[in-house]
């Protein structure tokens, strides 16, 4: 099939809607949407930093204003709706897509990474003992092993053995994440952890090429982006093509978002360089530590490094910084201090300190027009 040559506009659209930024949703409220959501992004990442709310539920909460942090436990621990393994990172999956990982654990004992070989070779001996524990007292975490070897030493990072061990034998199949305490990994026999609906079946083989050669998918090329070719629902590209302009909402975005990790393509299409800097030494940091992208209907405006002072209920912005080309912020003021006004609320601040704004201009009035802001309830 000819590959479809779609305009950067429509690219936009296309990514924007799939990623469920697009003002549409007709999912489910409470518990139940945020279960669809998970289930049609494919994965939510997980990630430990925790100067604002966590990137899953930051993720979460951008599609769904109701989302609550108590949700993601209840669909992984009791309703078995989700469950974390490894993809690109640490990630909560949709628990129908379980049997899509299994070649992959199944291959476990011919790894193909370096970083699972060496994990392999030092703490392959620890696995069966520590399964067998489990096996025999039911749901343990790391921290119930602290009669195995003391923590080894890795430039700033502790490794405790036991930890690797039990995260080596959910590479492999055998042990499931049951649930988190206080952020802690819970870990079980996978045929206690994992539906019987599920366990049995086996895993579903289709082709890339089937999918194009009936129509269900097709190749797209994006104009002036001659190097890297794409694929996309069919259905998806004709609905996309006969809709209008997104509507102009705000979205502040984790680092680790899904429309935003794929950063060459982010700049590609949109235009907009962005990194995370956490990683990066504080003298050579050009943003801040946790920066957010600022996404207003297909364009990004910004960026935002936020900390939440939960002791005093306070959400700083370190730094607010706006695109070079951003002359007039009036079309989307308002915009901006309603869901600057709701992302307070969801990090549990009830307050909110700006310290930096760029360019220079605006830094008087966006202070003035903060503090004028409705009180936060």
């Known amino acids: 099939m ?6 950067i506009e429509t690219a936009k ?11 549409s949703n007709s999912l489910p409220a409470g518990k139940e949407g945020a279960a669809q959501t998970i289930e ?45 393994y490894w993809t690109h990172a640490s990630s909560y999956l ?18 193909v990474s370096k970083w699972e070989k060496d994990r392999l070779t030092k703490y392959g001996y620890l696995m069966k003992p520590v399964l067998d524990r489990i096996r025999k007292e039911g749901p343990l975490g790391a921290r119930d092993f602290e009669s195995l070897p003391e923590p080894e030493r890795n430039g700033s990072m502790y490794w405790k053995p036991a930890k690797m061990a039990l995260d080596l034998l959910v590479l492999n199949g055998e042990l499931m994440i049951t649930e988190r305490r206080n952020f802690q990994k819970i870990y079980d026999l996978t045929e206690r952890v994992l539906p019987e609906d599920i366990a049995g079946k086996k895993l579903i083989s289709a082709s890339l090429q089937d999918l194009v050669e009936t129509g269900t998918v097709s190749p797209v090329q994006i104009e002036h982006n001659e190097k890297n070719g794409y694929y996309a629902l069919t259905d998806t590209i004709e609905t996309i093509d006969s809709m209008n302009s997104l509507p102009p909402g705000i979205h502040f ?20 360089d962005y990194a995370l800097e956490c990683y990066v030494k504080p003298d050579k940091r050009k943003y801040g530590y946790f920066v957010l992208p600022l996404l207003w209907g297909d364009r990004f405006i910004g960026r935002m490094d936020p900390a939440v ?54 830094h008087d009035f966006f202070k003035n027009f903060i503090r004028q802001m409705d009180p936060i309830d």
């Open 2 to 7: 000819k590959n479809l040559r779609i305009s």
């Open 13 to 23: 659209r296309l990514i924007i809607t799939s990623q469920m930024l697009g003002g």
């Open 40 to 84: 049609k992004l494919g994965y939510i990442q997980i990630d430990t930093i925790a100067v604002i709310q966590r990137a899953h539920h930051h993720t979460l909460w951008t599609r769904r204003a109701d989302y609550k942090p108590e949700m993601i436990y209840e669909l992984q621990a009791k309703d078995r709706r989700v469950f974390e």
């Open 94 to 111: 949709p628990m129908k897509d379980y049997r899509y990982y299994r070649h992959k654990m199944k291959n476990f004992d011919d790894p």
């Open 253 to 272: 975005l984790s680092p680790f978002d899904n429309l935003i990790i794929q950063r060459e393509r982010i700049k590609q299409v949109f235009n907009f």
């Open 309 to 362: 002072d939960r002791k005093k209920q306070i959400l700083f912005l370190r730094g607010l910084f706006f695109e070079p080309d951003i002359k007039d912020v009036d079309p989307f003021l308002n915009l901006f201090a309603e869901k600057l006004r709701n992302f307070a609320r969801f990090n549990m601040c009830n307050a909110v300190k700006v310290e930096k704004i760029f360019p220079s201009r605006l």
